[in-house]
């Protein structure tokens, strides 16, 4: 079992940054690949970033490369989201997953079997 706690989510103005964190709890995470989704209203969830556990491999989706990095402390079992350059459409509930590692597509939402419960980002114009 992974239990996942999000933190780092707020409003702020379009062009600013945040910093997401996600920390994990659970035996055996160097097994594990972790991820950030987020959802907007009225959308369906979709895959920001993953990053791989036991070698650093990182993925990040087209709309948010060159402006969002994720980043892990092992020794915290934390993850991080940075965002920077933020626009108005990255307005969502930003939730971390975890999944056994997998060759299954690192955007496949139901590949990752835990969830934390959300954190909120808004970005007004």
């Known amino acids: 079992q992974v239990a996942l706690v999000e933190s780092g989510g707020g409003l702020v103005q379009a062009g600013g940054s945040l910093r997401l964190s996600c920390t994990a709890s659970?035996?055996?995470?160097?097994?594990?690949?972790l991820a950030w989704f987020r959802q907007a209203p009225g959308k369906e969830r979709e895959f920001v970033a993953m990053?791989?556990?036991?070698?650093?491999?990182?993925s990040h989706a087209d709309s948010v490369k060159g402006r969002f990095t994720m980043s892990g402390d092992g020794s915290k079992q934390t993850v991080f989201l940075q965002m920077n350059s933020l626009k108005p459409e990255d307005t969502a509930v930003y939730y971390c997953?975890?999944?056994?590692?997998?060759?299954?597509?690192?955007?496949?939402?139901?590949?990752?079997?835990?969830w934390g419960q959300g954190t909120q980002v808004t970005v007004s114009s």
């Open positions: 997953a975890a999944r056994v590692r997998s060759l299954a597509s690192v955007s496949l939402r139901r590949s990752y079997a835990y």
């Open positions: 659970g035996r055996g995470l160097g097994s594990y690949d």
């Open positions: 990053l791989r556990w036991i070698d650093g491999n990182k």
